[in-house]
C-alpha cells in the first residue's frame, strides 16, 4: 500500500472514530429529548423532532470539532480564524440538511413517528451521508494544509525546497 493511501485510510479510521462518539452523544440527547428516558420522563420535545435533532448534533457537532481537530486531522492545519472553527461549523450546519431531510420524509410523508423510524432515518442513513459529505468538506476547506516541516536554523533560505545538492552556479547566483 502506498503512503498518500495509508495515510488516508489513517485518516478516515481517525474521523470515524470521532464520529462514533459524537454520534453516541447526539443519539443519546436526540432519544432523551423526543422520545424521553422510560421511566424518568417523556420526551418534551416529541411533537418537534428535527429541533430536537438540531439541538442535540450541535452538542455533538462541538465534540466532533475537539476530536478532529486534536485527532483525526491533528497532522493537519486548520485553516481560517479560530483553528477552523467557524468553517467547521459552517460545514456542520450546511450538512445537517442531509439527515434532517430523511427525518422530515419519514415524519412527514410516510407518517413513521416511532423510536425506529426516527433513528434509522435520521441517525442511521442520514448521518452515514452527511458523514460522508463532511469527511470530504473537512478535508478541503477546514484541514486541508499539511503542517509545515519547520527549516533547520544552519538551513541557508536558498535550501528552502530543494533536495538537491547545489552547483557552484548556484552559488554564484547568491554571492553579491
Known amino acids: 500500500m502506498n503512503r498518500g493511501l495509508r495515510r488516508l485510510s489513517a485518516e478516515v479510521a481517525r474521523f470515524s472514530a470521532v464520529n462514533v462518539v459524537a454520534t453516541a452523544v447526539s443519539v443519546f440527547l436526540f432519544n432523551a429529548i423526543v422520545h424521553g428516558l422510560k421511566g424518568w420522563f417523556e420526551g418534551p420535545l416529541n411533537d418537534h423532532p428535527i429541533t430536537a435533532y438540531l439541538l442535540a448534533n450541535s452538542v455533538g457537532m462541538f465534540v466532533s470539532y475537539f476530536g ?28 445537517f440538511v442531509i439527515p434532517v431531510t430523511c427525518l422530515w420524509v419519514t415524519r412527514h410523508l410516510l407518517h413513521w413517528d416511532s423510536i425506529y423510524a426516527d433513528n434509522v432515518s435520521g441517525n442511521v442513513i442520514g448521518a452515514l451521508l452527511g458523514n460522508a459529505f463532511r469527511f470530504w468538506a473537512f478535508r478541503r476547506f477546514v484541514f486541508n494544509t499539511p503542517r509545515v516541516v519547520p527549516r533547520s536554523f544552519w538551513q541557508s533560505p536558498i535550501d528552502q525546497g530543494r533536495h538537491e545538492e547545489l552547483t557552484p552556479e548556484d552559488l554564484s547566483e547568491v554571492d553579491p
Open 68 to 95: 478532529s481537530r486534536h485527532y483525526a486531522f491533528r497532522h493537519r492545519h486548520a485553516s481560517g480564524p479560530g483553528g477552523g472553527m467557524p468553517r467547521y461549523v459552517a460545514i456542520n450546519l450546511a450538512s
